[in-house]
């Protein structure tokens, strides 16, 4: 069965600083992956997607993410994080199976301090 | 701005009672997809539309239903409320019926509340 797993729950950076966000799936054909950001009271905005080609995807507002399929991972990252990045982050896997259905990872909340 | 546009924004009703959710997609966008969002469950897949015809259902429960219309617009109809049911519901829609290579494009979700 398709599933995403994110391991933190919360994690807290400081402004400035590096950010990595862990996203582990399983699906068994090719994954089409994704990232969405959700700000407070806001819907959900796509950050990036992979699906097929350079493991390295460029996303909007700087991040970038990378497949590796040894891993089962799709880790989002950016260099230097800003304050505005504060927000939930949620990865999601693609199943084409049922109709482009998604399936969503439970999210990474993001705190920046200054 | 997706482009998808939800109403209402809030929703406060009581237990046993029954509420309609409405979803405008983005102009074009012939699939509709509707979301839960709640603390304890996260984020799950209720239902899938494409240009009127139901493709997919996810974890929607019984006393759920929806529906899309002509005009692409969908409603999701919920009954028989309970306490549990208090959540965020959000709709997404994209371009094509099967086809991953479209984003879902989220609306800013109605928030109900049941009491």
């Known amino acids: 069965a398709q599933s995403v797993t994110q391991p933190d729950i919360h994690i807290t950076v400081s402004e400035g600083a590096s950010l990595e966000l862990r996203c582990n799936y399983s699906?068994?054909?090719?994954?089409?992956l994704f990232w969405y950001v959700q700000s407070p009271g806001q819907g959900l905005q796509l950050l990036l997607k992979y699906f097929s080609g350079d493991t390295l995807v460029q996303g909007i507002k700087g991040f970038e993410a990378e497949f590796k399929r040894s891993q089962s991972s799709f880790n989002l990252r950016k260099p230097s994080v800003h304050w505005s990045d504060a927000a939930e982050y949620f990865c999601?896997?693609?199943?084409?199976?049922?109709?482009?259905?998604?399936?969503f990872g439970t999210g990474t909340s993001l705190t920046v301090i200054p | 701005d997706s482009g998808v546009t939800q109403t209402p924004k809030h929703l406060i009703t009581a237990t046993g009672q029954r509420v309609t959710l409405r979803c405008s997609p983005r102009?074009?966008?012939?699939?509709v997809y509707w979301y839960q969002q709640s603390l304890d469950q996260g984020l799950q897949f209720l239902i899938h539309?494409?240009?009127?015809?139901?493709?997919a259902k996810g974890n929607i429960l019984e006393r759920f239903s929806a529906q899309q219309f002509p005009d692409l617009h969908s409603e999701l109809n919920l009954s028989s409320l309970e306490l549990g049911d208090s959540a965020l519901y959000f709709c997404?829609?994209?371009?094509?019926?099967?086809?991953?290579?479209?984003?879902?494009?989220f609306g800013p979700g109605t928030r109900l509340t049941v009491l």
């Open positions: 102009s074009g966008d012939l699939s």
């Open positions: 999601a896997v693609g199943a084409l199976v049922t109709g482009n259905q998604f399936y």
């Open positions: 997404a829609s994209s371009g094509l019926a099967g086809g991953l290579y479209n984003e879902q494009f």
């Open positions: 539309y494409y240009n009127g015809e139901e493709r």
């Open positions: 699906y068994g054909a090719t994954p089409y």
